[in-house]
């Protein structure tokens, strides 16, 4: 077979650091830190497009920035035509699985599922235990927005009955039978580690504390107003740091636990003789706070690096990668360009994403000196800020994400963002809100933003061009194909006396495939010599 497998393994709100080959001393990922080792190439510095699912899950999948499409909304996912690396991939001959936990297609439009994959494993066989104590208390208690769950049960067998459990079982099921005569592309995309912060022995109590790296624990000086109405409404401001300790441990336990789903998958693709052969890609589509700036979960427009910075793992099929960490930028648009340059298939649209072929075979390579994430709304948008699509009086307080979405219900903290980065310097363009600039190399935490100190005005009027010239170059994209300006009949009328008598429905056939004037001429031109022509 000389196309190779796809192989995508897709974990939700992974910060890059939550890897122990990434520095991180408490992080449990041993599987993962030995797939960079000796397999793949892990990049330290990959940024997603949009710090919520949806978005991002749009951007890579089609190698477009969400402005391209409108795809800035976690309620606006992929509808019929637009072409994904799942829909081509499938065109062109590809089996392609995944299951139904994906946050990408819409799913009141069955056919487009038909479109993108020729199996969907929808699950929903298992019922997960969970937390052992209610650690959530009632309203106004420190716990009840954090999101944290503590210990999660388990059965008799010593099992938590995890969805993504048994979505990796069916996936390993489709690896063990796989295509006789089709290359198999498969995405299984998880909802670990996404909170609530939950998960079962061992992994809940197999983080050392004591080896967790300093928390990002203040607010910071200039920061969007997103950020503070989310701390106000979180009210977490009664967490010690042994509170927070114990979060974050729990989370990197369900990190530990995605790295032990992980090294399953690949012992299977061993097993059934797929892993060498086998394009293999660990990522995930965006960050979590995890008690930086004393906050939980996410936010839609806002770009610190523990939300943008996500963890990306790429094994080449056969052959030695480079292998190790790579320290160039590149963005999870990039994964759409990557996978369609291994698998051989020529895109059918304009996109924005650069193969990391290069970077596999050559960690020092570089193709990108700055990226990019965008987030947030016009003010006008109600329907984007998710809050009311829950109705009229918008989502209640009982639920753990009251916080965030009651202010994204702020037109002015909800606006819309645009994030521009180098590796030395941040640079945040807000419509409503004053920009941000951090110098990344004084201040690595982002926690002072210099956009109005006068020493860095050269640098924050370079950063604003760069972005002013992204967003200008990436738009709007132009279909491949086009629309004939003229109708069927007139151009009919234009090239019949061209036409030989008995060649009639050949040519209108022709005009049917949207062919332009000029090249329909010189069709008929080409297949009719001039005696046999009418005139």
Known sequence: MDRPNIII??????????????????????????????????????????????????????????????????????????????????????YVWMNGRNDLLAGQDGELFRENADEIYCGGKTSQLGPEADLRGALGDKNYYSFYAGRFSVDENGKNNCPDEEDLEAAIERIRKPPADRPLCLFLGLLYPHPPYGVEEPYFSAIDAALLPPRIAGSGIG?????????????????????????????LGMCMKVDAMFRKLCDALKEAGLYDNSLILFFSDHGDYTGDYGLTEKAQNTFEDCLVN??????????????????????????????????????SHSHFGKSLRPLLYDRSANIRDHVCCEGGRLAEEIHCDEFHSFGAEGIGRESPYWPRLSAQADGTAHGKGVMLRTKKYKYVSRLYESDELYDLEKDPHELRNLISDKRYSRVAAQLREKTLRWLLATSDTVPYDFDSRVGYEILWGKVKDLVPEGHEEEIRALIGTGISLGELKAECRKRFTESERKV
């Open 9 to 94: 393994f897709n974990p939700d709100q992974m910060r890059a650091d939550s890897l122990h080959h990434l520095g991180n001393r408490a992080a449990r990922t041993d599987f993962l830190d030995e797939f960079a080792a000796n397999d793949a190439v892990s990049f330290r510095r990959a940024f997603c497009q949009n710090p919520v699912c949806v978005p991002s899950r749009c951007s890579f999948s089609t190698g477009l920035y969400p402005h391209v499409r409108g795809h800035r909304t976690m309620s606006y996912l992929l509808r019929r035509g637009e072409p994904t690396f799942f829909s081509e991939l499938k065109k062109a001959g590809y």
């Open 310 to 347: 996500v963890p990306l793992l790429i094994k080449p099929p056969q052959g030695k990668a480079d292998r190790g960490i790579c320290g160039s930028l590149v963005e999870l648009v990039d994964v759409y360009a990557t996978i369609m340059d291994f698998a051989k298939v020529q895109p």
């Open 223 to 251: 920061k969007p107003r997103m950020e503070s109405l989310i701390r106000e409404r979180q009210n977490l401001f009664g967490y010690g740091e042994e509170d927070w300790d114990a979060l974050r441990a729990c989370y």
